[in-house]
């Protein structure tokens, strides 16, 4: 019996090679790869284990106007050679909150080792006289320190906001809210205003920066759509006129502005 010989053409032993290459070059591929993303990974996790370790080497304060770098740092109560991630950055805002003269605290990471903490402190918003002496108030209310006030001088004087000598909480935030409403209106026109007068009956008065000039605003919650009548008063009648001339105004009448002037009694 003869044997029968198998014949396979060349073009066959062509491709079996180049299927043997290619299976040869996607494995070496996938063996680069895998090498790659295992140092990836480890390079990681050294990175991860070199931050965790990271030391804190700079703090950053910001937005501090009136209180000294020391005293927020020393509110901040930040233990000395601590790691940067063993910070509980929410606790630190926290206690920033908690001084009485700052309204706001962030604090975060800046980088290379460093620590920002940024406040906002009150600003005063009126002042008062007790005593004698100024006592400057934000707008919660809450009394500020002299140096306060020196940094912000063109507020203005609260009156009437007493009862039997001391100060009455409801009325100071009653008229601390009409000032917050000038305040919001117009920047320009609340630092136009010199003096807020809290009658007994709970009429307020201002008077302008100038020469005084008294002002008849009407109760709290009745001032604020009356405001506009007075910036257009202000800015387009009195400038020709002059404040030299004019005796007081009076912001209670619906759709005008009563005007006394020195000479005479008009109704503009």
Do not use: C
Not at 8 to 27: G, M, P
Not at 58 to 87: C, F, H, M, W, Y
Request: cysteine-free.
């Amino acid at each position: 019996m003869m044997a029968r010989k198998k014949t396979i053409s060349s073009k066959r032993l062509r491709n079996r090679q180049i299927d043997r290459n290619d299976s040869k070059r996607f494995a070496s591929k996938i063996s680069l790869a895998m090498v790659v993303v295992g140092a990836t990974i480890g390079l990681v996790a050294v990175a991860n284990k070199w931050i965790a370790r990271e030391g804190l080497h700079t703090i950053v304060i910001k937005g501090n106007l009136v209180l000294d770098t020391s005293e927020v740092l020393a509110q901040s109560d930040i233990p000395d050679s601590v790691r940067l991630k063993a910070l509980d950055l929410e606790e630190i805002e926290k206690r920033l909150s908690a001084h009485p003269f700052i309204a706001k605290a962030v604090a975060w990471e800046g980088g290379n080792g460093s620590l920002v903490l940024e406040v906002e402190e009150r600003i005063p918003v009126v002042v008062a006289i007790v005593d004698g002496k100024p006592l400057y108030l934000d707008q919660q209310g809450v009394a500020l320190p002299f140096r306060f006030g020196v940094a912000s001088p063109d507020v203005p004087l609260l009156i009437g906001i007493f009862a039997d000598g001391e100060i009455d909480s409801l009325k100071a935030l009653e008229a601390i809210g009409v000032v917050e409403t000038l305040r919001g209106y117009s920047d320009l026109l609340y630092r136009r205003i010199a003096e807020v007068h809290r009658s007994d009956d709970g009429v307020y008065t201002f008077r302008l920066t100038d020469n005084g000039v008294p002002v008849i605003a009407g109760l709290a919650g009745e001032i604020g759509p009356r405001l506009p009548k007075l910036e257009a008063f202000l800015t387009e009648v009195l400038p020709y006129k002059g404040a030299h001339s004019l005796r007081s105004v009076d912001l209670r009448w619906r759709g005008q502005v009563v005007v006394r002037w020195k000479e005479e009694r008009k109704v503009t």
